[in-house]
């Protein structure tokens, strides 16, 4: 890690377990208690808006009372490290909660969008949400009813910032995967992709992730333990 100058960190739910956000595959997460039909894709919006909303706002009003843990503190400070000698750090995030922005990363790119955020499906405008969504919000933008949804991809959709990412990737002499399964597509591919370019491949997890082969190193713990003994 040391003498790595452009890294790219895959970050996954279990980053934030410590901080209290659920994750989704554990025993007892989030689609052990929702189905995904039901409320994670287009078509469950489109049968349902009130249920899906009910489940995001549920998750949004939850973020109020979390705070970032150890492990976001430690990769915002390698970030400004990295910087400070030349480097660069991309953070790719699959969480839709804000806990690495609110522990002072930057350069972020949130795949999963973000729940603190509501899309138009109309004119696509994207705008800041803390509030309760319901399937009559209107639009601040183009002022259209029953098309303000939570940004965020539902399975079936494409992710966001794929090309910069791919751009990050292609300049990174590292590559580091933390608290995610691997069970999440396209995310879930880039160690496959990082290997093809010859670089160290790094996960970080409380226990192996699916593509746990695919890395040439592996540390195992608690997120907020593991990530700052790893930046140091
Ligand atoms: C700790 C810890 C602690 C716990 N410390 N660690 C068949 C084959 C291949 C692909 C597909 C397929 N069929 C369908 C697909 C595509 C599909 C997909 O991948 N499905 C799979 C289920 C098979 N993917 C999609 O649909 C995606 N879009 C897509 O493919 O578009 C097509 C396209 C792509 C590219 C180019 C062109 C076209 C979209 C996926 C959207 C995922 N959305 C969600 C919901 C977001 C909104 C919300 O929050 O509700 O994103 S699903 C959910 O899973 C969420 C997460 O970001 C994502 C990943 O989960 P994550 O973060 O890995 O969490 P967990 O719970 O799975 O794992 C937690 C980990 O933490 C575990 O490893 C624990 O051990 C660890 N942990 N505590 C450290 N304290």
Same mark, same amino acid.
């Given at each position: 890690?040391?003498?790595?100058?452009?890294?790219?960190?895959?970050?996954?739910?279990?980053?934030?377990?410590?901080?209290?956000?659920?994750? /989704?595959?554990?025993?007892?997460?989030? #689609?052990?208690?929702?189905?995904?039909? $039901?409320?994670?894709? %287009? &078509?469950?919006? +489109?049968?349902?808006?009130?249920?899906?909303?009910?489940?995001?706002?549920?998750?949004?009003?939850?973020?109020?009372?979390?705070?970032?843990?150890?492990?976001?503190?430690?990769?915002?400070?390698?970030?400004?490290?990295?910087?400070?000698?030349?480097?660069?750090?991309?953070?790719?995030?699959?969480?839709?909660?804000?806990?690495?922005?609110?522990?002072?990363?930057?350069?972020?790119?949130?795949?999963?969008?973000?729940?603190?955020?509501?899309?138009?499906? /109309?004119?696509?405008?994207?705008?800041? #949400?803390?509030?309760?969504?319901?399937? $009559?919000?209107?639009? %601040? &933008?183009?002022? +259209?009813?029953?098309?303000?949804?939570?940004?965020?991809?539902?399975?079936?959709?494409?992710?966001?910032?794929?090309?910069?990412?791919?751009?990050?990737?292609?300049?990174?002499?590292?590559?580091?995967?933390?608290?995610?399964?691997?069970?999440?597509?396209?995310?879930?591919?880039?160690?496959?992709?990082?290997?093809?370019?010859?670089?160290?491949?790094?996960?970080?997890?409380?226990?192996?992730?699916?593509?746990?082969?695919?890395?040439?190193?592996?540390?195992?713990?608690?997120?907020?333990?593991?990530?700052?003994?790893?930046?140091?």
């Amino acid at each position: 890690m040391q003498s790595a100058k452009n890294i790219v960190i895959l970050t996954g739910a279990g980053v934030s377990a410590d901080s209290g956000v659920a994750t /989704f595959r554990d025993a007892g997460g989030i #689609w052990a208690q929702y189905s995904i039909e $039901e409320v994670a894709t %287009p &078509d469950a919006f +489109s049968r349902d808006p009130e249920k899906v909303h009910g489940f995001y706002n549920m998750r949004r009003a939850g973020l109020a009372g979390v705070e970032p843990n150890a492990a976001h503190f430690a990769l915002a400070r390698l970030e400004r490290e990295l910087a400070a000698r030349g480097g660069r750090l991309t953070l790719v995030s699959q969480n839709v909660d804000d806990l690495h922005r609110r522990a002072g990363s930057e350069n972020i790119l949130a795949m999963h969008g973000a729940l603190a955020e509501a899309l138009c499906q /109309f004119c696509r405008h994207v705008v800041p #949400w803390t509030e309760d969504l319901s399937a $009559e919000t209107q639009c %601040p &933008d183009c002022g +259209s009813a029953r098309g303000m949804r939570p940004n965020v991809v539902w399975f079936g959709e494409v992710p966001h910032h794929l090309d910069a990412i791919a751009m990050a990737l292609a300049e990174a002499d590292m590559f580091v995967a933390i608290g995610t399964s691997g069970a999440v597509y396209p995310a879930a591919g880039l160690v496959a992709e990082a290997r093809s370019l010859h670089i160290p491949c790094v996960e970080l997890n409380l226990e192996p992730s699916d593509n746990a082969r695919l890395f040439t190193d592996r540390r195992y713990g608690k997120a907020s333990e593991v990530v700052p003994e790893w930046v140091e």
